[in-house]
């Protein structure tokens, strides 16, 4: 996978700078799998990273079970409603079949082209299950649910597993090398309610899977990481306000690690000295530790400054 | 007072109709301002509580739905002493439909005293300048949990400063990929990274 990518692995979390490069819109990028596929395509051709990710849509499962979704023309795409407040609500959601359901095709096909012609690892995205259970059932009342009302959330989060292993296993089928899981929801819960509320559910989505995984949860996630680790992922993802260090002592060497250059101050709005100081940070780390891929810690905004882009890949040339 | 050491528990355990039966018991008997500051020094040990990483969001988000559920209670009491300290209007950026961080800092700043008028989530630029306007207020709070709606927030003092209304308003920000950082590159007047230490520092300034 990425160890035969060269000395220090480089793979931000970028897609939607594609779009800025490609001049076209969220909304075409999000629906439309040759504009997406275009966009990743332009950063592609540009910067040659060691892996590449779809682009980052935490709507897309939701829609695929059936809820409204609002898709303003260049931003994200985010959930209208959330329906479901009891577990008969659950009889109104599809199981969806990645093949038909939502734009669920429209991103199998974006990862079947990106394994086409990107001759680099090639990571899709899926959402994990607490976070999706927040989107279904409204982020307040999941999260109240952990305390108030376990039976539910746990009918809810059986749902969302089924739902994202398919779509999971879909991926993989058509050309992912790497299933990224995005829990950004879970950065809410202590270690125990982590456990009990997502990583479960995670670690049963990855046994299934013959994909490695890596695990996203943005934010500080310092208190999550064993946990993290417990989920037999492949690999973890921190964002930027982890420890690096920390992270590297916390995380066991055989797992790959993923960060963390802050994507807003440094990456997307920084200038070219914090660009190297960063890069220069993470590099000796790198050359520490096996096993590191130096990434951003989260995703890059659509105006991120394609000069900073250029300027820290030129660090690695 | 004893029902105060048990509004107290209830708060803290998120105990929503306990603490309502309680309130609506005690309110014609008991100073308002005791009851308040019950409320405040509940948050505040949950705050502290927080900040040690002793509980979490879930735990915050029950004990800040017990203060939403006796504000209505308290506010004629509140409003007829002239309890409230500054008017600060809150909300999540447009784009971003994330509502529990902004809405735990509603609760903590209105059991400190403040008038929070909450104009929720996805709310435009426009609507954050009317409504501070409107209301009369000192203080802009602007929360964002996406790092694709952070530039709204700077957008927004961009706003102010064309407008030549930068100095009428003291405009902090939050959310988590927000910073001090963050912060000090788009020109906000202040960084709350938790409800908690938002509340401390406006308290400090007041």
Not at chain 2, 59 to 67: G, K, Q, R, T, W
Not at chain 2, 136 to 162: C, K, P, W, Y
Request: aromatic share 8%.
């Amino acid at each position: 996978m990425m160890e035969n990518l060269g000395s220090i692995a480089v793979a931000p979390l970028m897609g939607l700078p594609g779009i800025t490069l490609s001049k076209t819109t969220v909304k075409d990028n999000f629906e439309n799998a040759d504009v997406q596929f275009r966009s990743l395509a332009l950063l592609y051709e540009r910067y040659h990273p060691d892996a590449m990710f779809t682009m980052m849509d935490l709507s897309l499962e939701a829609e695929a079970c059936g809820i409204e979704i609002m898709k303003p023309e260049n931003r994200g795409f985010s959930v209208r409603h959330h329906p479901v407040k009891k577990i008969d609500d659950l009889r109104n959601l599809k199981s969806p079949n990645p093949l038909h359901e939502g734009r669920m095709p429209m991103a199998l096909k974006v990862i079947e082209n990106m394994s086409k012609h990107f001759d680099c690892t090639n990571i899709a995205y899926v959402i994990g299950p607490f976070t999706l259970a927040c989107l279904l059932a409204g982020a307040s009342y999941a999260i109240r649910s952990v305390l108030k009302d376990k039976d539910f959330l746990a009918h809810i989060l059986h749902y969302s597993k089924r739902v994202i292993y398919g779509f999971a296993k879909a991926l993989s089928e058509n050309g992912a090398n790497i299933i990224c899981i995005l829990e950004p929801s879970a950065g809410a819960l202590s270690p125990e309610q982590f456990k009990a509320n997502s990583a479960v559910y995670i670690k049963e989505i990855i046994d299934g899977l013959t994909v490695p995984v890596i695990l996203h949860i943005c934010g500080d996630t310092n208190v999550l990481l064993d946990e993290m680790v417990g989920t037999n992922c492949w690999g973890i993802s921190i964002d930027s306000q982890v420890s690096v260090k920390h992270a590297v002592e916390q995380i066991p060497k055989d797992l790959y690690l993923f960060g963390n250059i802050d994507p807003v101050n440094v990456l997307a709005y920084g200038d070219f000295n914090e660009i190297d100081t960063a890069v220069l940070e993470l590099r000796e780390m790198a050359n520490k530790r096996e096993n590191y891929v130096i990434s951003s810690g989260c995703d890059l905004p659509m105006d991120t400054n394609i000069d900073n882009l250029d300027h820290f890949f030129k660090c690695f040339e | 007072m004893e029902e105060l050491k048990e509004l107290s528990e209830f708060i803290k355990s998120g105990e929503v109709e306990k603490s309502v039966d309680l309130v609506r018991g005690i309110i014609d008997k008991l100073d308002t301002k005791k009851i308040v500051n019950c409320m405040t020094e509940s948050m505040r040990e949950l705050g502290d509580r927080f900040e040690k990483k002793q509980i979490f969001i879930p735990e915050l988000l029950v004990a800040s739905d017990v203060i939403t559920e006796l504000m209505p209670i308290l506010e004629p009491y509140i409003q007829k002493k002239k309890m409230h300290k500054k008017t600060i209007v809150l909300g999540t950026v447009e784009g971003d439909m994330h509502e529990i961080g902004k809405n735990i800092v509603s609760v903590v700043l209105k059991a400190e005293g403040y008038n929070v008028i909450d104009l929720g989530t996805d709310v435009s630029s426009n609507t954050f300048l009317q409504a501070a306007s409107d209301e009369d207020a000192e203080i802009v709070g602007l929360s964002t949990l996406m790092t694709t709606t952070m530039f709204i927030q700077r957008d927004l003092i961009v706003r102010l400063n064309e407008m030549n209304i930068r100095s009428n308003y003291f405009v902090i920000i939050g959310g988590a990929p927000t910073s001090q950082k963050w912060a000090d590159k788009i020109g906000a007047d202040a960084y709350g990274e938790d409800a908690f230490s938002t509340a401390k520092y406006l308290n400090d300034m007041q």
